[in-house]
Protein backbone atom coordinates (compact mmCIF):
# COMPACT_ATOMS: atom_id res chain seq x y z
CA UNK A 1 0.00 0.00 0.00
CA UNK A 2 1.24 3.53 -0.46
CA UNK A 3 1.97 6.32 1.46
CA UNK A 4 0.08 9.51 0.81
CA UNK A 5 0.36 13.12 2.10
CA UNK A 6 -2.37 15.45 1.67
CA UNK A 7 -1.52 19.51 1.60
CA UNK A 8 -4.27 21.97 1.82
CA UNK A 9 -4.86 24.69 4.18
CA UNK A 10 -8.99 24.37 3.07
CA UNK A 11 -10.80 21.46 5.00
CA UNK A 12 -13.05 20.75 2.37
CA UNK A 13 -10.42 20.16 0.01
CA UNK A 14 -8.27 17.87 2.77
CA UNK A 15 -11.63 15.61 3.29
CA UNK A 16 -12.58 15.36 -0.44
CA UNK A 17 -8.70 14.11 -1.58
CA UNK A 18 -9.00 11.97 1.75
CA UNK A 19 -12.11 9.99 0.87
CA UNK A 20 -10.83 9.49 -2.83
CA UNK A 21 -7.62 8.29 -1.95
CA UNK A 22 -8.49 6.54 1.48
CA UNK A 23 -8.76 3.03 -0.64
CA UNK A 24 -5.67 3.63 -2.45
CA UNK A 25 -2.83 3.85 0.66
CA UNK A 26 -2.04 5.44 3.98
CA UNK A 27 -2.98 9.26 4.24
CA UNK A 28 -1.93 11.82 6.51
CA UNK A 29 -2.45 15.20 6.03
CA UNK A 30 -0.81 18.64 6.85
CA UNK A 31 -2.04 22.26 6.55
CA UNK A 32 0.64 24.19 5.13
CA UNK A 33 3.95 24.42 3.24
CA UNK A 34 5.59 24.06 6.40
CA UNK A 35 4.38 20.99 7.51
CA UNK A 36 4.57 19.65 4.22
CA UNK A 37 8.01 19.73 3.97
CA UNK A 38 8.37 18.87 7.78
CA UNK A 39 6.37 15.48 7.44
CA UNK A 40 8.05 14.23 4.22
CA UNK A 41 11.50 14.91 5.95
CA UNK A 42 9.89 13.21 9.36
CA UNK A 43 8.80 10.55 6.70
CA UNK A 44 12.26 9.72 5.70
CA UNK A 45 13.73 9.77 9.04
CA UNK A 46 11.18 7.02 10.69
CA UNK A 47 11.88 4.73 7.01
CA UNK A 48 8.15 4.86 5.75
CA UNK A 49 8.96 7.66 2.80
CA UNK A 50 6.01 8.91 0.84
CA UNK A 51 5.24 7.77 -2.40
CA UNK A 52 3.08 10.56 -3.55
CA UNK A 53 2.55 14.35 -1.75
CA UNK A 54 -0.81 16.24 -3.45
CA UNK A 55 -0.53 19.91 -2.91
CA UNK A 56 -2.03 22.99 -2.84
CA UNK A 57 -0.50 25.66 -4.51
CA UNK A 58 -1.91 28.45 -2.78
CA UNK A 59 -1.77 28.52 1.34
CA UNK A 60 -1.29 30.92 3.63
CA UNK A 61 2.44 31.46 4.60
CA UNK A 62 4.56 28.73 2.69
CA UNK A 63 3.01 28.30 0.05
CA UNK A 64 3.30 25.02 -2.51
CA UNK A 65 5.67 26.45 -4.80
CA UNK A 66 8.05 27.21 -1.39
CA UNK A 67 7.02 23.61 -0.16
CA UNK A 68 7.84 21.47 -3.28
CA UNK A 69 10.73 23.35 -3.92
CA UNK A 70 11.96 22.57 -0.39
CA UNK A 71 11.25 18.92 -0.77
CA UNK A 72 13.36 18.89 -4.00
CA UNK A 73 16.23 20.39 -2.24
CA UNK A 74 16.74 18.74 0.18
CA UNK A 75 16.57 15.39 -2.28
CA UNK A 76 19.06 17.00 -3.90
CA UNK A 77 21.62 17.33 -1.36
CA UNK A 78 20.61 13.83 -0.30
CA UNK A 79 21.61 12.70 -3.69
CA UNK A 80 18.23 11.32 -4.35
CA UNK A 81 17.95 9.99 -8.10
CA UNK A 82 15.27 11.74 -10.20
CA UNK A 83 13.67 8.19 -10.34
CA UNK A 84 13.48 7.82 -6.63
CA UNK A 85 12.15 11.26 -5.97
CA UNK A 86 8.56 11.63 -3.97
CA UNK A 87 5.87 12.17 -6.97
CA UNK A 88 4.28 15.61 -6.72
CA UNK A 89 0.50 16.19 -7.97
CA UNK A 90 0.16 20.11 -7.55
CA UNK A 91 -3.43 21.54 -7.44
CA UNK A 92 -5.04 24.76 -7.58
CA UNK A 93 -8.21 26.48 -7.85
CA UNK A 94 -7.27 28.72 -10.47
CA UNK A 95 -6.91 27.27 -13.93
CA UNK A 96 -4.15 29.50 -15.28
CA UNK A 97 -0.60 28.27 -17.46
CA UNK A 98 1.36 30.78 -16.28
CA UNK A 99 0.61 28.49 -12.23
CA UNK A 100 0.87 25.47 -14.03
CA UNK A 101 4.31 26.14 -15.41
CA UNK A 102 5.79 27.57 -12.57
CA UNK A 103 4.54 24.26 -10.76
CA UNK A 104 6.63 22.14 -13.35
CA UNK A 105 9.79 24.48 -13.21
CA UNK A 106 9.58 23.92 -9.53
CA UNK A 107 9.67 20.34 -10.50
CA UNK A 108 6.14 18.95 -10.07
CA UNK A 109 5.28 15.40 -11.67
CA UNK A 110 1.91 15.84 -12.44
CA UNK A 111 -0.87 18.90 -12.08
CA UNK A 112 -4.82 18.91 -11.77
CA UNK A 113 -7.12 21.95 -11.29
CA UNK A 114 -9.93 21.94 -8.94
CA UNK A 115 -12.65 21.27 -7.80
CA UNK A 116 -11.82 17.88 -7.00
CA UNK A 117 -13.03 14.83 -8.77
CA UNK A 118 -11.92 11.08 -8.61
CA UNK A 119 -11.53 10.79 -12.32
CA UNK A 120 -9.15 13.92 -12.28
CA UNK A 121 -7.56 13.16 -9.31
CA UNK A 122 -6.52 9.38 -10.31
CA UNK A 123 -5.45 10.70 -13.73
CA UNK A 124 -3.06 13.08 -12.38
CA UNK A 125 -1.92 10.49 -10.23
CA UNK A 126 -0.71 8.06 -13.32
CA UNK A 127 0.52 11.27 -15.35
CA UNK A 128 2.90 11.53 -12.07
CA UNK A 129 3.76 7.71 -12.20
CA UNK A 130 2.27 7.31 -9.10
CA UNK A 131 0.40 4.00 -9.66
CA UNK A 132 -2.78 3.71 -7.39
CA UNK A 133 -4.56 0.35 -7.07
CA UNK A 134 -7.18 -0.91 -4.37
Known sequence: MVRLLIVDDDFISRQLLSTILKDYGECDVAVSGDEAVLAY?????????????????????????????????????????????????????????????????????????????ESKVLSAAEKAGLFLFK
Open 41 to 117: KLSIKEGKPYDGIFLDIMMPGSDGYSALEGIRSWEEERGVAAADRVKVIMATAVDDPKMMMRAFRSQCDSYVVKPIV
